[in-house]
């Protein structure tokens, strides 16, 4: 007889995971509660419908002496982005059965946008201006003929 902790598949079982979307290299862990202490788990996995091949695959997991087991997965491929479902069969000591499942995607890692840097470096003060009439002239004299240039117009001395 079990006891009290026996009674814990009774409750009804669930599969829980940490994210319900997960990007490629992220590790997915799944939670079981609820479960018969000493059960093994069995897993099964669906892709985006269709059966991966996974089919009650044992690989020696056991729920703890609280009814629990939190499980670490590989981490995701690029080839493994979709649509998921993955179902565990808890197989009691005493032979009794649960189940229970959860749906999750996976996708592409975001990638950060690199900002392309402007040709001559990209400086207030780096590179060259092309002016009319003047041609190519670096920046630091093209801004000092502008900025004379306009004192010149606005301050009254070119005007008569």
């Known amino acids: 007889m079990l006891g009290f902790l026996g009674y814990l598949g009774a409750i009804g079982l669930s599969l829980t995971t940490d994210k319900s979307r997960y990007q490629t290299g992220d590790q997915p862990v ?66 009794a059965l649960s189940n229970a499942e959860v749906s999750f995607s996976v996708g592409p890692k975001a990638t950060a946008i690199n900002p392309i840097a402007p040709a001559g470096g990209g400086g207030f003060l780096d590179g060259s201006i092309t002016l009319p009439i003047v041609g190519s002239v670096s920046k630091p004299v093209a801004y000092l003929g502008i900025a004379g240039l306009a004192y010149f117009l606005f301050s009254g001395r070119g005007r008569r």
């Open 30 to 95: 799944y939670s079981i509660v609820g479960g018969v202490p000493g059960s093994q788990v069995a897993w099964t996995s669906y892709k985006n419908g269709q059966s991966t091949g996974e089919y009650n695959a044992n690989y020696g997991q056991t729920i703890d002496a609280n009814g629990t087991a939190q499980l670490t997965g590989g981490a995701w491929t690029d080839a493994e982005a979709g649509n998921w479902q993955k179902q565990v069969l808890v197989i009691a000591p005493n032979g």
